[in-house]
């Protein structure tokens, strides 16, 4: 790939940082996990520190086991992508309680049944998963907290994670400090693609160049391109961040040679026809997003990549 002029009039460039997957075609694992601001860090953290996946596509959506299980169009798409086209081997499905409501969701009578329901829930999916992929691993992440009720909570809860299997065994593997007490602390949504080459640095944007320290993670396929085909599963995210985490800015992220707009291929390498493509989604879903929620703000950032996939550049369009 050449590299091409760029300036600031192309937009306001926001970062600059090294390309960490130069020439690297596939990833390690695909990592389905709830947007939840309040356990996407630890979520992640916890994939890469104690399960020791560096590169996962990251799709994240509200109720991950009842999208697999309703067998979502947008769900199934996902994972076809992961394991076909970034040649993922490994699934992990992450679940977790309800961190608000007291400790636990109105819809169960106590923690032991809403325990069972979200850990019976894991199992079915991974079995539907496994008939459509059967070649692939699939692993069953559970997270609670330590505490007996929110308003309870001290400095010292901690959120639990396990391992669950289908013979009901669990397996406790880590445990991480919970940020967050009943209140709801969540300063936007970040709508990004899955794709695992730029998971991490999407982040730090957010957080270091955007100041958006705490957000809701929706993770999807091409990030708005499933949003504009009118999917259930990714505007449940975006009503979700809105209504129950009080979001109002939205981040939507695109980034250069995405597999789910066909890729730099699609564009025969020329990098200005692809990033003119890419502006038009963007303003496509940032005046439906408005147009549903007036009060939001809406950012619309893209990623180019630079040079010879040397470095990634954030750009934030106006």
Same mark, same amino acid.
């Given at each position: 790939?050449?590299?091409? +002029?760029?300036?600031?009039?192309?937009?306001?460039?926001?970062?600059?940082?090294?390309?960490?997957?130069?020439?690297?075609?596939?990833?390690?694992? #695909?990592?389905?996990?709830?947007?939840?601001?309040?356990?996407? +860090?630890?979520?992640?953290?916890?994939?890469?520190?104690?399960? %020791?996946? !560096?590169?996962?596509?990251?799709?994240?959506?509200?109720?991950?086991?009842?999208?697999?299980?309703?067998?979502?169009?947008?769900?199934?798409?996902?994972?076809?992508?992961?394991?076909?086209?970034?040649?993922? +081997?490994?699934?992990?499905?992450?679940?977790?309680?309800?961190?608000?409501?007291?400790?636990?969701?109105?819809?169960?009578?106590?923690?032991?049944?809403?325990?069972?329901?979200?850990?019976?829930?894991?199992?079915?999916?991974?079995?539907?998963?496994?008939?459509?992929?059967?070649?692939?691993?699939?692993?069953? $992440?559970?997270?609670?907290?330590? %505490?007996?009720?929110?308003?309870?909570?001290?400095?010292?809860?901690?959120?639990?994670?396990?391992?669950?299997?289908?013979?009901?065994?669990?397996?406790?593997?880590?445990? #991480?400090?919970?940020?967050?007490?009943?209140? $709801?602390?969540?300063?936007?949504?970040?709508?990004?693609?899955?794709?695992?080459?730029?998971?991490?640095?999407?982040?730090?944007?957010?957080?270091?160049?955007?100041?958006?320290?705490?957000?809701?993670? *929706?993770?999807?396929? %091409?990030?708005?391109?499933?949003?504009?085909?009118?999917?259930?599963?990714?505007?449940?995210? *975006?009503?979700?961040?809105?209504?129950?985490?009080?979001?109002?800015? $939205?981040?939507?992220?695109?980034?250069?040679?995405?597999?789910?707009?066909?890729?730099?291929?699609?564009?025969? %390498?020329?990098?200005?026809?692809?990033?003119?493509?890419?502006?038009?989604?963007?303003?496509?879903?940032?005046?439906?997003?408005?147009?549903?929620?007036?009060?939001?703000?809406?950012?619309?950032?893209?990623?180019?990549?630079?040079?010879?996939?040397? !470095?990634? !550049?954030?750009?934030?369009?106006?």
């Amino acid at each position: 790939m050449s590299s091409r +002029k760029l300036s600031s009039l192309d937009g306001t460039i926001l970062s600059t940082v090294p390309f960490r997957f130069k020439g690297v075609s596939g990833c390690d694992a #695909m990592v389905a996990m709830p947007i939840s601001y309040n356990f996407a +860090k630890e979520g992640l953290d916890f994939v890469e520190k104690c399960l %020791g996946i !560096q590169a996962f596509d990251l799709f994240g959506i509200p109720s991950i086991s009842k999208r697999i299980e309703n067998r979502s169009e947008t769900a199934i798409g996902t994972l076809k992508l992961a394991i076909e086209k970034h040649n993922a +081997k490994e699934i992990v499905l992450m679940e977790h309680v309800d961190f608000h409501d007291s400790g636990k969701s109105s819809r169960f009578r106590n923690k032991i049944e809403e325990d069972y329901f979200h850990k019976k829930g894991l199992v079915d999916c991974k079995l539907n998963i496994l008939e459509s992929f059967p070649h692939v691993t699939v692993r069953l $992440i559970y997270a609670r907290l330590n %505490g007996l009720r929110i308003a309870e909570y001290e400095p010292g809860t901690r959120i639990l994670f396990s391992e669950i299997f289908e013979n009901a065994e669990e397996i406790f593997m880590a445990n #991480m400090p919970y940020r967050f007490k009943d209140e $709801i602390y969540c300063d936007g949504a970040i709508v990004a693609c899955l794709d695992f080459r730029f998971r991490r640095e999407t982040r730090s944007c957010a957080r270091e160049s955007l100041n958006i320290p705490v957000f809701d993670l *929706i993770g999807l396929p %091409g990030s708005s391109k499933r949003l504009l085909e009118n999917s259930e599963t990714g505007w449940k995210g *975006i009503d979700v961040a809105y209504t129950k985490h009080g979001c109002k800015k $939205i981040v939507l992220f695109h980034h250069s040679d995405c597999a789910a707009y066909g890729g730099l291929k699609k564009f025969d %390498g020329d990098h200005i026809a692809e990033e003119s493509m890419h502006r038009g989604e963007l303003r496509k879903l940032k005046k439906r997003i408005t147009d549903k929620y007036p009060d939001v703000e809406v950012l619309m950032v893209y990623a180019r990549v630079l040079g010879d996939y040397e !470095q990634i !550049q954030f750009v934030l369009f106006s």
